[in-house]
Structures are given as structure tokens and as C-alpha cells.
């Protein structure tokens, strides 16, 4: 979100948008745009997918004018998007993780100070993308501990077969990441 704020004020443009990259590297998914919801665009298509596709930076001075530029969501939305500045947003690896777009700067098309500006600021997307996503997989891990710890507590309880069950079904799928858990139990008597 301060990406997008910042991008918006330092260049006097209406509205910006990240793309994150799907874990499949097939899709660019919207991840925090002003106005848009869901939108998923393949890599390789449209001017997002293209710069995800190529890794260079496109500025385009009249986007009606760029066979790239897809109307449909002006059209929708009754918006009009008349220039854009659209870069890659690459990891500390140098591999593309998402896609900055930046439309209509207020006095006219982006310039090459606009440019510069624009990949200082996926300079910083991309540090915040990945101490996200490690962010993320660190809480992952701290839930599955956490459920270990309660399994093994449960286990080590006097609570009861059904209690012990029921701990189990509920703790067991985090740690696997599964959707869910079933216990059968052995009936000695109908073998």
C-alpha cells in the first residue's frame, strides 16, 4: 500500500497497481490497485504480462495508441487510462516477482526521470514482496509448532478417547497442510 501511495504522489499519476506473480510463474494476480478487484493476467499477455514476460520496463505515452493495451477495463469501470509506466518487480535473486503499473501522470507522459524513479521503487517492492513472503512462511512454521506442541500435550493428557480423538483431527491437517484428518479405529470384537 505504500508502494502504491508513494508511486502516486512522487509522480503526480491517478492510480498504480502491483501484480504479484502466481507460485506456477503462469499468472500475474492483482494484489493492491485502487478501483480493481481480481484481475488475473497471463504472463506473456497484455502490457503487465509482457513486462513480467520480458523484464523491461515499457512506457507507454498514449495507451489507446499501443496494440498491448487491452479498453475493456476502461470500459467497464468508465475510466480512462491515457499513459502508463509499467516495470518488473525483481527479487534480490533477479528473478521477476511481480509487476508495478503506474497510469496517468497528471502533466502529461512519463519522462525519463519518471523511469528511474519507478525502478527505485521496484527496487523496494521487491525487498517487501520477499520479507512478506518470509514473514508468511515464518508464521506457517510457528502454527505447525504450535499445533505439534498441542498434540503432544493432548497426547500426554488423561482427557479421554473421544477428547484425545478430537484433538488430534483438529491439529494433525495444519501440520501436513491437509484439509482435514480421520482416525479409524480398530473394533477387536468384529475384527
Known amino acids: 500500500n505504500t508502494i502504491v501511495k508513494e508511486a502516486c504522489s512522487i509522480l503526480g499519476a491517478d492510480r ?6 502466481s507460485d506456477d510463474k503462469a499468472h500475474l494476480i492483482l494484489m493492491i490497485a485502487e478501483g480493481a478487484k ?7 499477455v497484455g502490457i503487465a504480462g509482457g513486462v513480467a514476460a520480458s523484464g523491461d520496463s515499457v512506457n507507454i505515452p498514449d495507451c489507446y495508441n499501443d496494440s498491448r493495451f487491452d479498453p475493456s477495463f ?5 475510466y480512462k487510462t491515457n499513459n502508463m509506466l ?3 518487480i525483481g527479487d534480490s535473486s533477479g528473478d521477476i516477482v511481480g509487476v508495478l503499473q503506474i497510469i496517468n501522470k497528471a502533466d502529461g507522459p512519463f519522462g525519463p526521470e519518471d523511469e528511474e ?3 527505485i521503487l521496484t527496487a523496494q517492492a521487491g525487498i517487501a514482496l ?16 504450535r499445533s505439534v506442541t498441542d498434540l503432544v500435550r493432548a497426547m500426554q493428557a488423561d482427557m479421554g478417547v473421544n477428547s484425545l480423538i478430537f ?20 473394533d477387536e470384537k468384529a475384527n
Open 16 to 21: 498504480a497497481s502491483i501484480f504479484t506473480m
Open 38 to 44: 481480481n484481475i488475473t493476467v497471463p504472463v506473456g
Open 74 to 78: 476502461d470500459k467497464k469501470t468508465g
Open 86 to 88: 509499467c516495470a518488473p
Open 117 to 119: 524513479i519507478c525502478r
Open 130 to 145: 520477499k520479507n512478506a513472503k518470509s514473514y508468511k512462511q515464518q508464521m506457517l512454521v510457528q502454527q505447525k509448532l
Open 167 to 186: 484433538t488430534m483431527t483438529a491439529k494433525a491437517p495444519s501440520l501436513v497442510d491437509a484439509d482435514r484428518c480421520t482416525i479409524f479405529l480398530i
